[in-house]
């Protein structure tokens, strides 16, 4: 078994990581961090569980730690980072330069020329980059990014439609609540109402669409050419995010072949990784996020809605913002990056 | 005063003509209409009155005929239509041929050639067309359309913009529960949820906005160039439809002259009429549905988010759906209709 | 293997039974049946399957039958009714006069004198009005009622607290959709809203629940005699009644009495019994129906908030609408049933 | 014109007093309090306004002060305070005792027995309290309360009712989440779902009933006998609060008499003051939070489901939680103090 550990293990997004991580086959959670007034409590009481499964109960009587390096056992084999960007952006280094290695859902250095972002089904190879990342950083450990959870949910859909030649991409997103964090959306700001706008996402899923899409030469990641618009929504919804995605393509598809496109897209054999990647409804009212966001237990990617427009296609597509988005993500890319033998 | 009807005035979009036209300064509310079995009841005894403000107490009174020539009083100069698209595609030939006017927000007959589709404010010169139809149908009536509410949102910000050069639109659409009539989205469809299609919807914006958006010859309407793709969304709000636009421009305006395109958008002398039209919101997460559906007492357009992208401009539109998307659009056209002398 | 079908398969809680008999361990369900019109295609076509889980395989590809006798294999041991009232006082009898035993959830009879109404765990000795049953109206089979889901929330808490000398009980329900059926609430009705009525709901739990709690003498049931009084309220959740119960006892407990009575409540040694029966929350927010309807795979009843005044005590209590409060309780019925050779 | 001030005037309460206040025909609106760090910008840059309602433009522009004795000019005829109760309880003595009236909706001191508690249509001889009061604590000011909103929902309907001998009120409350503040409740704990316990709520809602329903002898209030039990509840909805009581009385009313009761309850003429006070519904479905709470422009409390039960009666009842609840009450207290020459 490999030993892991989740920083910032008591947030939102931290306890999906502790659900996930109940039962995995390869990994032995031992180790839990929080800030630190939390320090010493049982992880049972740092957490005010919030999710509606019991909370797992090994994890509970675990000591919360603090998120520090000298807190954190040698042998720990992986950290996950649930950590908020500014948290990580101080720590996940210092985590990094100590030895650790760090499979991060912190949206910090994302575009850090030498850090991978990284989803397996996508782009494992630019895991190759943690050579390039030691090198110039000194580090004994690494640190792997997963995108944000809105480019998530439509990148493996685009990877998967390149072979038509992607040029422009619209997208506007109806995201889940959850995605803010527990506290993120107030019930008076989004009862009955849309907030059209979330702070700083249309600009990621722009750039880490780009990078995710892009190929990597051996020493850098040179960026897909595509352009991407975002237009980002948040919606009264609790998990899922729901894309609408136009896109502008070199050759003209028809949609039988868009839907085999996407239901052909290319699995892994890892533990957390779904089969197929991508479920494609023909029914045009599906994917819904409450319906679909559990398909392949939160880690596969629904799609829909699939038409063709004169200069392209349209299509719509759908994740589990917290499995798939986050926590989900960060854990696939701990298992490639174990059977990489990165650890 | 003109004495006005409102031909199916049970349902969710009659309620609303019925509460618009309690107190209008003009019109005067003298006959509702509802299907045979409700006919010889009071308004009150028929409507299962759902809005939020108590229903007007003197159509309350009113019996409520059955939706057919011979039941409705020759005196009557105007009647507005609720009715759904099959009775309207049915009744309203018939009452135009019996004389009467009718301003209907039903969707049959919209892009008939000799059919005005208008928004006043857009393209009250299409209204021309009723000397078209009464000459190829021999009607002493009229007949005359508001579009579909999706459109109206979208449409008189892309009139605002024609200035730029449209060519190609893009949009993808929030709309809320109300849409779809009393019962047409159950509770458990859309709570915590998201149905990412609406049947018909997407034709109708692509097709209504370039008529809207065309130009009259003296005998026809020459549909406007731009392309229109849609993708329209139920989402669980009662009423405001947001949508997220972009727009391809030829021109290269920057966010502020959209902005300003937007604010001086002209308007009408009607009593129904906002002043502004468009209501420009600086704040980017503004317009919510909820915050600002009663901008212009439900009839201007609010829009945000204003953005340059590299091939245009991307930005946000609400409006009220049952107001200025149906309703309140209907009794705008009657307005317009009494204006220029056509009742 | 028990061979069981499910009449009504199609609507929500038909769907429910279905989902919940998948890989049961001792029924296998080999019949399902809907309205004539859609007797002939495979369940797949018939069901527009609405919950969150795939369409389980094995049932998706059966026939669906007419709602009749004739139409129903001899060798079916055991039929859940998932009808509407008024069909299943049609068809029920005629079913059970055939020969079959039915454990329905459909309100029709629920009252009758020689129809047991049965929650395993607090009244299992009802069960032997089946002989009365048989004896009275010349039935082969059987027909064995489960109460409503409202009433099956409560009444395994009033039970456990019933050694406390039960006098009075108020008791106002916080209800979900899902309990009016896929399309028994509309979304205008309820988004940003509660109705604080629910039709014939409140007299439903005051008979229902004496019935329940009442003395099985051999041949007849007596009423316990405490009275209900229930105030039943609609509210925008998907799944899950929660209710505020105020109950005056004879006995004055404190409320650590209630809450280890409540705990320890006797539980039953069948497939889809929970164990604990009742789990039992400190937190004072606790239960929610989000968080704890799936407690003990949604058959578990979850109690919190107890506190004592000046005559009694009150506490609020969970239990999942449609699996402990439909189908699940059917079901479970239907294990008795089979445990105590009734089939 | 009496000039009125309000404390605390930027958060969700303090914007409704200033949006209610535009165009008070008796009070002009002249000054605004925050906490300090806002002190010295407009109002418009101090207030994220988030009412459905334009900000009102000669608010908009008015400099905020700092929440403070010496900051509020002395000239200042009434304060209305919609501090929180940890910020009410430090500074409002200070303001009275500086000589200042204060209208409070803030919880502290709500039970001292020299304050005041008032419903003016319920017990406006209370407020002779404040001569009391001033002999006690020396103040030139005075210190005025309105109860909690849950409180106020029910007690003038048990006011009305107290012609039966009110013995014992059992209560459930359905309430909205503007009860808790812009921030008080997230969207994670309340999207679909409902939250069975609010802190304090129940206590208050115990000894403020009793004590506005109380005698007030001259020189202190005797409180009513009737013994109140209340369970409170958060559900999904933006404003107004549902109640469920049960009453317990001497008497045995009809169903129509108590109709009449609750109809007739006696009004006052006050700017603010409905008439008429309590709206009864013969509908069992009415109220409705969404289609009721703007009865007599949010200050009138909607009854209906009125039900006799073996001991007493059952109704429910709701009023508009920021207004009548908050601070419409205050402000209703306030034309109360004009009235009576308390200014």
């Known amino acids: ?9 008591t947030g939102a997004v931290g306890q999906r990581f502790v659900q996930l991580l109940d039962d ?28 509606d499964t019991p909370i797992p109960e090994e994890t509970a009587d675990l000591t919360v730690r603090a998120t520090d390096p000298g807190a954190i056992p040698d042998d720990t084999d992986l950290l996950f980072s649930a950590l908020p960007s500014d948290v990580g952006a101080a720590v996940e280094p210092e985590l990094c330069e100590a030895g650790f290695v760090v499979s991060s859902n912190a949206s910090n250095e994302r575009r850090a020329d030498d850090v991978p972002l990284v989803i397996p089904e996508v782009n494992a190879d630019h895991l190759d980059l943690i050579d390039v990342q030691r090198d110039q950083r000194g580090w004994d450990g ?25 040029e422009r991409v619209h997208v506007s997103t109806l ?10 959306v107030t019930s008076m700001e989004i009862l009955d109402n849309v907030v059209p706008h979330i702070g700083g996402e249309e600009e990621k899923m722009e750039t880490e669409s780009r ?8 020493t850098e990641v040179d960026d897909h050419d595509a352009v991407v618009s975002a237009s980002c929504n948040r919606v009264p919804t609790l998990d899922g995010h729901l894309e609408n995605v136009f896109v502008e393509t070199r050759d003209d598809p028809a949609p039988e072949d868009v839907a085999a496109a996407l239901a052909d897209a290319p699995t892994l054999d890892l533990p957390s990784a779904p089969d197929p990647l991508i479920e494609v409804f023909e029914d045009p ?18 799609a829909g809605g699939i038409q063709t427009t004169d200069t392209g296609i349209q299509y719509n597509c759908l994740a589990h913002n917290t499995i798939r988005g986050a926590a989900g993500a960060s854990i696939l890319n701990g298992e490639l990056l174990a059977r990489d033998g990165w650890l």
């Open 24 to 51: 995995h086959g390869e990994f032995d959670l031992s180790v839990v961090t929080a800030s630190p007034s939390s320090a010493g409590d049982s992880y049972r009481e740092a957490a005010n569980w919030g999710l």
């Open 142 to 166: 690494a640190l792997v990014k997963n995108p944000n959870c809105s480019t998530i949910t439509m990148v493996p859909t685009l990877a998967a439609l390149d072979e038509f030649g992607l």
């Open 211 to 218: 990078k995710l899409l892009g190929e990597f030469t051996g």
């Open 285 to 302: 009212e599906r994917p819904q996020p409450r319906l679909d966001r559990m398909r392949g237990d939160g880690m596969a990617i629904a």
């Open 1 to 9: 078994m490999t030993t892991v550990g989740v920083l910032g293990a």
């Open 175 to 184: 995201q889940a609540v959850s995605g803010a964090g527990y506290s993120g």
